[in-house]
């Protein structure tokens, strides 16, 4: 499961990504700016759909991605710090979406509703409470979104804390080289802020690196030492969590595969984060098909009462998983510490090879 050119959820044709957020140098828990958001938006919309779990989500538009609902398509989706306070950025990239002519048309030329669907993570105790995401943020991030991108301790991943150590935003890329969606592009961007841990406490390298190993993300194991002074952190405070992100492929799928993407999804943040969808959590994926890459007819023969497209829909949930579980693990990676959190490029050093995180 190669990277694309990017190692980016925007290798997947018709995906831009932008941020805007607040950081100060001096903040604390407590004082200073630490929040922002993130928005990923479609061009001209994108099939998708949602799956919702852990037992404190704060979202917006979820129940309309169900694919029994009428809407099928999304204009974006927003991504955000501050808790229910964060939702108030939609409002903003609605504004950004009317203006540049993006949403459902309604009747007259002027006369469109934008889908722009949104989940936040809990991080007020970051920086001042009552510095979060406006809908200024959300215009501001959607009029930046673009192919590239900054990860880590950036947009809705500033004030992230991912276990004991610092939270942030990660991506990754998948082409699938081979079977019923070869060529296939698969994408994923997640920002990192469970309670769970994303190390393993014995060896000190991500949950993440499971599946691909150690070598693929250029870590070796921490020194004793360090991986003491790491354990010796101590659990996460409760109240700072939920992890959220968005999924995305340039397959042609309905809102009914998309769902199922969505599903994957979660299986690949339980794969990097333990325990995961806790009743302290929120967590919750998006998925979207952009239908950008034509896919050659199945040669999988499959009984008449399945759907056409399920070994399709199959081949790709397998490698969003794998999307998932590398994009927390870049997440982790390439944070930096924000108000004191400790990050794991400084707590854990001595597990970053010469490769690095930036492989």
């Known amino acids: 499961m190669r990277p694309g050119p990017h190692n980016s959820i925007t290798d997947v044709v018709g995906v831009l990504v932008g941020h805007h957020y607040r ?4 903040a604390t828990l407590g004082s200073g700016a630490a929040t922002g958001c ?6 001209g919309g994108a099939t998708a759909s949602v799956d919702v779990r852990g037992g404190g989500p704060g979202t917006r538009e979820t129940d309309l991605l169900d694919p029994s609902n009428s809407v099928q398509q999304v204009n974006a989706i927003v991504l955000s710090a501050g808790s229910a306070y964060g939702l ?7 504004a950004w979406c009317e203006e540049h002519r993006e949403g459902i048309p309604m009747g007259k030329p002027d006369e469109l509703v934008p889908i722009v669907p949104a989940a936040v993570i809990f991080d007020l105790p970051v920086g001042d409470w009552r510095i979060r995401p406006t809908a200024e943020f959300g215009y501001r991030a959607a009029d930046a979104a673009a192919v590239d991108f900054e990860t880590g301790s950036v947009g809705a991943g500033v004030g992230a804390r991912a276990g004991s150590i610092k939270g942030g935003v990660g991506t990754a890329s998948i082409v699938i080289a081979d079977g019923p969606a070869a060529g296939v592009t698969v994408g994923a961007i997640v920002v990192a802020n469970p309670v769970g841990s994303v190390f393993d406490p014995r ?4 949950w993440g690196a ?3 190993g150690a070598d693929f993300f250029g870590l070796v194991a921490p020194s004793a030492e360090q991986l003491a002074a790491a354990n010796d952190l101590g659990k996460k405070d ?27 999804a979660q299986d690949g943040l339980a794969r990097a984060i333990r325990p995961a969808h806790s009743p302290l959590d929120g967590d919750t994926m998006f998925a979207v098909a952009t239908g950008t890459f034509e896919v050659a007819p199945s040669a999988v023969p499959i009984p008449a009462a399945f759907a056409s497209e399920l070994p399709l829909t199959d081949a790709i949930c397998a490698a969003v998983a794998v999307a998932v579980e590398r ?3 870049g997440a982790i990676l390439t944070a930096t510490p924000v108000a004191g959190i400790p990050a794991y490029r400084e707590l854990l050093s001595s597990a970053i090879g010469s490769d690095g995180p930036d492989r």
């Open 23 to 26: 950081r100060d140098a001096d």
């Open 38 to 43: 993130t928005v990923v938006r479609v061009p």
């Open 88 to 94: 108030a950025a939609a409002d903003g990239v609605m």
């Open 203 to 206: 060896t000190g390298l991500p």
């Open 210 to 212: 499971g599946s691909d």
């Open 238 to 264: 409760t109240s700072l969590n939920t992890t959220i992100g968005v999924v995305a492929t340039d397959a042609p799928l309905s809102a009914s595969a998309c769902r199922r993407l969505a599903v994957a």
């Open 327 to 329: 994009a927390i693990v």
